[in-house]
Each structure stands twice: as C-alpha cells, then as structure tokens.
C-alpha cells in the first residue's frame, strides 16, 4: 500500500513570473527522501502541486504510473496524499478537532458525530505527543503546538504519502525527536514521506535520499548517505559556501552605559523577576528550551502581554511601552515569531508591510507611493528578497523569503534596539550567513541587538553574551570562553545548578 510519484516535466507560472521550469524525478514508495533547495528554489510549490493545493501549468504528475490532475487537496488526500504546511494552515477560531476534522467531518445519520472526532482527535493528538485537549480553541495555542497539529491532521487523514513541509521548524529537541519516531513508524508502514528542511543535521539523520532542486529546476540526487552536510548545502546554492559566522567583533567595553535596561520584569504565569541590559554594539543571545519564556518575555516588554516591571531604560531615559508602536517610535522594534500571526500582514502587498510600521515617516502628510516603492526595491536588494514582481501580497512569497521581509520591516523603522525572535527560521544556508552578516553590521552601527534563539549554534557563533532562560528565569549569563553549546544546555535544561 505505496504510491510511487513521477513528476514529469512540472512547470507552474504565476502570472508572468515562472516558478517551475520543468521538474522530472520519481519517488520510490515507502521511502523518506529530503527535498533541498535554497529559498524560493520552488519547494513548496512542487508539493502544493503533489497534494492538489496548486495545479501545474504544464508537464505530468503520475501517482502509480497512472497521469493524475488533483482539483483540489481533497482529491489528493482520497488518494492518500497529504501535505502538512509550511505556513500553518489552521482556523484559529475553531478548536483542535474541529481543525482535524475540517472538510471531513463524522457523521451519524445526519448530526455530526462530534464524540467520533473527539475520540479520534485524541488519539491522533496522543500520537504526536501533544497533551492538550481536542476541545481547545487553536488560538491559544503556541506556535510550536500549532505544528504538532498540524501533524495530528494529517495523520487522521490516514496519509500513504506525507509530505512534511519544515516540520521542526517550530518544535524542541524532544517533540523533535517524537516526530522522528513517530516517522520511522510511519515508514515501516509503508508509508512515503517527502521531507523539507533547511536543517541539515535532520536531513542527514531522517531521509534515505535527497532531491536537490535550485531555481525551479531539479539540480540532482542521491543516497544521503553518499553527502555529507556541507556537499548538502554546496549543491543547493550552486557554489563553494564559505564559513556561516562571521568573526566577532570585540565586545563593548563593560562601562558603556547601556540602551536596553531591563529590570524586574515579571509577565504572569511566564517570566519572572528578569533583567537585563544591551549595550551599543553588543549582540546579546537568548537562549532556552520552546517553553521557557523568552517570547512571552519580549512580547510583554512590547506591550503586547499583561506584565509588571521595576525599571525600563531606553537610552538612559525611563520609558513606558503600552504597544510594539510606540516601541517603534522610542527607537525598539521586535521581529516576531510567529510570521505569520503576528509578523506581517500577509494579505497586504510586500510595500505595505514593509511601511506599515514607519508610517509616520511616509504620511507627511500624504502617502508618497514612489518612496515607499523605492524603499522596497532598497530591502529587496538589501535583504536579498527572491521575488518576480513587488506587486503580489506577503502571503505569495516563499516561506524563507516572507521572513526576510520581515527582517527587513523591523529594520526598517531605523531602531537603536532591534530584538530578533527566531530570526533565521526557514531561512536557507546562504540565507542564513546572509542575516548573520546583517546583525553584525547592525551592532557594529553602535546599535543594540538582541537574538532569541532555539539554534544554540547559531547563539554561540554570533553573540557576545547569552543569557539563559528555564521556566520562567533567568539561570546564567554566560560570555567568552563560557560560551559554548554545552554551557547554554546545561543552564537550559538546569543540569546545571549554582
Ligand atoms: N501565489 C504565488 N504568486 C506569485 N509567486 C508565488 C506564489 N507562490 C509562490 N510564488 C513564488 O514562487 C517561488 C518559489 O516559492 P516556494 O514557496 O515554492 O519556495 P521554497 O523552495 O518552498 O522556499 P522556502 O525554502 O523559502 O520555503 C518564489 O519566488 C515565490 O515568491
Ligand atoms: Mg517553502
């Protein structure tokens, strides 16, 4: 009970601009194989078009040797095939069953058979390990949970092929590793599974082989086994990639008074007592497990949660902050999460999303199209955003690029502080590099940077200090030679206790 796919030839033009430029290669049935590529290579594409979300404009898609035109995801999912989504694909409004069951709903007779879903939405929930009730309501939900339902869904759709679209993204080394067993199982049921990810190390330790496309065109594949990571990352940008950190630069000398002072910040139920401060030019890491507060943290010192706070500094100045818009104006912006709920608008145009924030700057007093424009094509180059045309709304961009342009939207409002939460989430090798370099010029401009972070590499290779959270507190502040992987797991998980 396997399907074996063959993409023939697949082109897909939106619009003008063509994004699939005749893609051939097969799946072989209950395998895993990675799909790689940088971002905008046209990963999710070629899969909406495997799971009937998008149609091609041209070539043949064959489940089983037979040519297949999936209407809809519907028609793909009665074929077995089920695409779990990059962006999350959930009503936030209805609850976690109701999710699962959406388009597909129990019946009895004719009254929907709501004890059947619960029942089954539990189980499924059991299955990825995800302890919360059916009956929540998916907007209370973390974004890491958000994923974990993802999953649940799809597996309730009993998938003979599943494709995962960055599925750890979001999750922590543990729900990582469920997600793992829960995929062997999966395959020794025969099941396919189509995986991407920009995580190299899980590419390496999950798939049997990889598909390498670049540009909208397959470049090539092999047994994984037969690559290693750096190969991996070379053929999908096409080129030699040099180191992933820039050198550091020296840290600001300890007396520099600083811009960011935090102090007794307490968020209920989340964060408690913390404190801290940036200096000009300083890179300062937030490190910790999904869970320990670090977002909760941030989005209350933004105004966006109920909290209390002794003291708060903006350069040396005491400061209220009552919404991320009047932070902006006071000279801190914060880059969310969470892109697409609380990043950017995604139904608006990527102009829109890039001004929305430094509005005042352009309504004097009316809007000046031609500088909001030129503004764009600036972060276009600046912040290397793939895209055909300015004219398309944030949500058709591809994943990495959506967060690049929201990179470029916190920027943007010129900020003396600049706190970024997850910032090279989805983003690809050469991308990644890309921002590395951007946050480093940024302190080296005299600016305050701060990175939340679940990559504990990515922590250790960019900052000059990184201050540990565990379930609400603040454990350690580790810099210099401290500052190694080892010591931020240790504080992180509180195998090590002072
Ligand atoms: N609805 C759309 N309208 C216009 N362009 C689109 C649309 N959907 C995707 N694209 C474009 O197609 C290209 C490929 O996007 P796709 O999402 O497939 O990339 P990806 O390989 O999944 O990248 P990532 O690693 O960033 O997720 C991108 O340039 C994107 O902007
Ligand atoms: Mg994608």
Not at 137 to 143: A, D, H, M
Not at 390 to 397: F, Q, T, V
Not at 451 to 476: D, K, T
Request: with cysteine; net charge neutral.
């Amino acid at each position: 009970m396997s399907l074996h796919v063959q993409f023939e030839g697949i082109t897909k033009r939106f619009g003008p601009v063509q994004v699939l430029h005749g893609v051939s290669f097969e799946v072989q049935p209950g395998t895993v194989v990675g799909l790689l590529g940088e971002n905008g290579a046209g990963k999710s594409t070629l899969m909406k078009i495997l799971a009937g979300h998008e149609q091609p404009s041209g070539g043949t898609l064959r489940i089983g040797g037979q040519p297949v035109a999936f209407a809809g995801s519907r028609e793909a999912e009665a074929a077995g095939i089920v695409l779990i989504h990059q962006e999350f694909n959930l009503a936030e409004d209805l609850t976690i069953a109701q999710n699962i069951f959406l388009g597909h709903e129990k019946k009895r007779g004719w009254l929907l058979d709501d004890a059947a879903m619960r029942a089954e939405a539990a189980q499924a929930l059991a299955q990825v390990g995800l302890a919360v009730s059916p009956d929540t309501p998916v907007r209370r939900l973390i974004v890491a949970e958000k994923q974990l339902v993802e999953i649940a869904k799809a597996l309730a759709r009993r998938a003979r092929l599943l494709v995962m679209d960055e599925p750890t993204a979001t999750l922590t080394p543990g729900e990582t590793e469920a997600l793992f067993n829960l995929m062997a199982r999966l395959k020794a049921e025969g099941v396919t599974i189509l995986y991407i990810s920009h995580k190299l190390d899980e590419v390496e330790r999950v798939t049997d082989g990889v598909v390498v496309m670049r540009d909208g065109r397959f470049v090539t594949r092999a047994p994984t086994a037969s690559l290693t990571r750096r190969e991996m990352a070379n053929l999908m940008v096409g080129r030699e990639l040099a180191d992933l950190y820039p050198p550091k630069d020296p840290p600001p000398p300890a007396d520099t008074p600083p811009l960011l002072r935090v102090q007794g910040l307490t968020v209920p139920g989340w964060a408690q007592d913390i404190g801290f401060e940036v200096r000009p030019g300083e890179i300062l890491g937030f490190a910790g497990l999904v869970g320990a507060g670090r977002t909760e943290l941030f989005e209350a010192l933004l105004g966006l949660r109920p909290h209390t706070v002794q003291q708060l500094e903006l350069a040396g100045r005491p400061v209220r902050i009552r919404s991320p818009r009047e932070a902006a104006r006071l000279g801190l912006t914060y880059l969310s999460e969470d892109r697409k709920g609380k990043g950017l608008h995604v139904d608006f145009g990527l102009k829109e999303n890039l001004t929305l924030m430094a509005l005042a700057r352009y309504a004097r007093p009316w809007l000046q199209p031609a500088a909001e424009r030129a503004a764009m094509q600036q972060a276009v180059q600046d912040f290397g955003i793939r895209t055909g045309t300015l004219d398309i709304p944030a949500s058709s961009l591809s994943g990495g690029n959506q967060q690049k342009l929201a990179l470029a939207k916190v920027l943007h409002p010129d900020p003396r502080v600049i706190v970024l939460d997850e910032p090279t989430r989805g983003v690809d090798v050469g991308a990644k590099r890309d921002i590395y370099g951007q946050v480093q010029q940024l302190a080296r401009q005299g600016r305050g940077v701060v990175v939340v972070s679940s990559e504990l590499m990515e922590l250790v290779g960019l900052c000059h200090r990184v201050a540990v959270m565990r379930a609400g507190c603040l454990m350690a502040v580790v810099q210099g030679s401290g500052l190694t992987e080892e010591e931020l797991i240790a504080h992180a998980t509180g195998t090590r206790e002072h």
